[in-house]
């Protein structure tokens, strides 16, 4: 599939996550920064770290999974002491 399969909103919360855990936060601290803010999951529930650090060992398992390539080798001759191989 090409695209991103990410919202908008998913995108703001992993960016927000990233950004707190650069400055020192743990993810207790990253709920408790998420209740004060008002940011909720993206099905109207409040976050609770778990859910962070499942969200963001998903996240980084897709990225992974994406930055796999598949590379194939077709239509190659090769010749050892002028016998085709």
Known sequence: RNGDSYDEY???IIREVFR???????YPEIVSN???RGI???????????LL????WKYRRKIK??????????N???NINNRKI
């Open 53 to 56: 650090v499942m969200m963001m």
């Open 20 to 26: 707190l855990r650069e400055k020192g936060y743990t």
């Open 34 to 36: 998420f209740k004060d």
């Open 10 to 12: 998913s995108k703001f």
């Open 65 to 74: 999974r994406e930055s796999m390539k598949n590379y194939t080798i077709e």
């Open 40 to 50: 909720r999951s993206r099905r109207n529930k409040e976050y609770y770290k778990n």
């Open 76 to 78: 190659i001759n090769i």
